[in-house]
């Protein structure tokens, strides 16, 4: 396993529900475009006008009834799309890529939590992205119950936020083994149950290192 190698910069934030990372990501390209870096911000499943489409169909909660394989074929198809459309032309012109969720949250939620193996998800994982690993993954840990009340109060649930507690600590158990079990270095854990502004600094400095 490589991490990505053309001249670009790809990092993902990654998590279980509540961490933060949609604000975080905000601040950070901010942070990097003030510094004077080419820089954009993504989210996953979206970020295209298809993979937006597949959004709104793997996510709805009209969908309760959408079979695992329909929702593991659906994340990657999001995932292909986006790829070739932004993330790989950005990475070989020497971008800075921040996406919200990418290839881990697969290996975790539908790999680990779902039950269809991490290594099929990261097979389908090289398929959609061939084969880019991100160089930094910043894993925004947070308790599951601190994360769901935050959730809450945003407003309305998705599909996945709509599953019990104990789906959550799953979640939260197959990140912290994953990066706990990473031997490529790019993983870095946060404390996501910090205040906004000290999640912030951590954040940025594991991205300053980075540069
Ligand atoms: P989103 O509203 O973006 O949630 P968050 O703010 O927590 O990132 O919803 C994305 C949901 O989709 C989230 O519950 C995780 C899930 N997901 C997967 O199960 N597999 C995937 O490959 C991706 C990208 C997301």
Same mark, same amino acid.
């Given at each position: 396993?490589?991490?990505?190698?053309?001249?670009?910069? $790809?990092?993902?934030?990654?998590?279980?529900?509540?961490?933060? %990372?949609?604000? !975080?990501?905000?601040?950070?390209?901010?942070?990097?475009?003030?510094?004077?870096?080419?820089? =954009?911000? $993504?989210?996953?499943?979206?970020?295209?006008?298809?993979?937006? #489409?597949? *959004?709104?169909?793997?996510?709805?909660?009209?969908?309760?009834?959408? &079979?695992?394989?329909?929702?593991?074929?659906?994340?990657?198809? &999001?995932? /292909? #799309? =986006?790829?070739?459309?932004?993330?790989?032309?950005?990475?070989? /012109?020497?971008?800075?890529? $921040?996406?919200?969720?990418? *290839? @881990?949250?697969?290996?975790?939620?539908?790999?680990?939590?779902?039950?269809?193996?991490?290594?099929?998800?990261? !097979?389908?994982?090289?398929?959609?992205?061939?084969?880019?690993?991100?160089?930094?993954?910043?894993?925004?840990?947070?308790?599951?119950? !601190?994360?769901?009340?935050?959730?809450? %109060?945003?407003?309305?649930?998705?599909?996945?936020?709509?599953?019990?507690?104990?789906?959550?600590?799953?979640? *939260?158990?197959?990140?912290? @083994?994953?990066?706990?079990?990473?031997?490529?270095?790019?993983? #870095? =854990?946060? @404390? /996501?149950?910090?205040?906004?502004?000290?999640?912030?600094?951590?954040?940025? #400095?594991?991205?300053?290192?980075? $540069?």
């Amino acid at each position: 396993m490589k991490n990505q190698s053309s001249p670009g910069l $790809l990092i993902t934030l990654e998590g279980g529900e509540g961490g933060g %990372k949609t604000t !975080q990501i905000v601040r950070l390209r901010d942070k990097l475009t003030e510094l004077g870096k080419d820089v =954009i911000a $993504l989210r996953e499943p979206g970020g295209t006008t298809v993979s937006e #489409q597949i *959004r709104e169909v793997v996510l709805s909660a009209k969908n309760a009834g959408m &079979a695992y394989t329909t929702e593991v074929l659906l994340f990657q198809a &999001a995932r /292909a #799309q =986006i790829y070739r459309e932004i993330v790989l032309p950005s990475l070989a /012109a020497g971008k800075v890529v $921040l996406m919200d969720r990418s *290839r @881990d949250s697969s290996v975790v939620y539908q790999g680990i939590v779902r039950g269809f193996g991490r290594e099929l998800i990261e !097979q389908l994982n090289n398929i959609s992205t061939k084969e880019t690993y991100p160089n930094l993954t910043i894993l925004f840990d947070i308790p599951v119950k !601190q994360g769901l009340e935050r959730v809450a %109060k945003a407003g309305t649930a998705n599909r996945m936020e709509m599953q019990g507690t104990e789906f959550h600590e799953k979640v *939260r158990k197959a990140y912290l @083994d994953l990066a706990k079990e990473d031997k490529s270095g790019r993983w #870095q =854990i946060i @404390d /996501a149950s910090k205040s906004i502004d000290e999640v912030e600094k951590a954040v940025w #400095q594991v991205v300053a290192e980075k $540069l």
